[in-house]
């Protein structure tokens, strides 16, 4: 089954403690992206890449980072959480980057807190 | 950056009335894509939209594209409580990703 899954779905963690999100796509997609979701305020791009090795800032960059070693994973990476990275993070790849013109698939969301 | 509003933010509708989400930009639009998010799901793509003027139908939906390329919306005719969710509509001008809207947030009483 085509699909986009992200780990932990649900983590409570205190200020400072560095964590990881990962993120996996089985359907051979060149671009994956990172999304944080807030009441109000929609879906904000993190970060991109467009193919292995490539990666892009978004529109909320600061306090997160990313790598993309191999096609299928994009793992984020939060070195110290503070309490306004409390939020719902998304997933999502699409065929193709460049430009991205296709349907982004999404994963189930990930909720994370940090207290 | 680029700005991609959305109205209304919320809409209640009776079970059978019609419902329409906007979503407008200063700025022309590219590719538009309008997404779907199921109470405590993901978003979920609908359509996409890219000539001026376009008009789409899915069922009971119909998306449009303005003939300028700076408004889009949607349209549901008949809810019904399996429509409820939030609405997000989504352009991709700067290339390589796709600034979305605020979203519209749908409830349907029965």
């Known amino acids: 089954e085509a699909q986009v899954t992200q780990n932990p779905r649900y983590l409570i963690t205190v200020t400072g403690k560095k964590l990881t999100v990962t993120c996996s796509q089985n359907?051979?997609?060149?671009?994956m992206s990172w999304y944080r979701q807030d009441p109000g305020l929609g879906l904000r791009q993190i970060y991109y890449?467009?193919?292995?090795?490539?990666?892009d800032k978004g529109d909320v960059p600061e306090g997160y980072k990313v790598s993309r070693k191999e096609k299928r994973n994009f793992p984020l990476i939060l070195e110290s959480p503070s309490p306004n990275q409390t939020s719902l993070y998304f997933c999502?790849?699409?065929?193709?980057?460049?430009?991205?013109?296709?349907?982004?698939?999404f994963g189930e969301g990930s909720r994370l807190t940090v207290l | 950056g680029q700005q991609v509003m959305q109205i209304p933010q919320y809409q209640h509708v009776q079970e059978g009335e019609d419902f329409t989400t906007y979503c407008n930009s200063s700025?022309?639009?590219?590719?538009i894509q309008w997404y779907k998010q199921r109470p405590g799901g993901h978003p979920v793509f609908l359509i996409q939209?890219?000539?001026?003027?376009e008009v789409k139908k899915q069922k009971r939906l119909t998306f449009q594209f303005g003939e300028a390329k700076k408004n889009s919306s949607l349209h549901i005719t008949a809810t019904q409580t399996t429509d409820v969710g939030t609405y997000f509509c989504?352009?991709?001008?700067?290339?390589?990703?796709?600034?979305f809207g605020g979203g519209t947030r749908l409830m349907v009483k029965p």
């Open positions: 999502a790849s699409s065929y193709s980057g460049g430009p991205l013109t296709g349907e982004l698939f």
């Open positions: 989504a352009d991709n001008n700067a290339g390589n990703m796709l600034t």
């Open positions: 359907m051979n997609h060149e671009y």
């Open positions: 939209l890219v000539k001026s003027g």
């Open positions: 700025t022309t639009l590219s590719n």
């Open positions: 890449s467009m193919n292995v090795e490539v990666t």
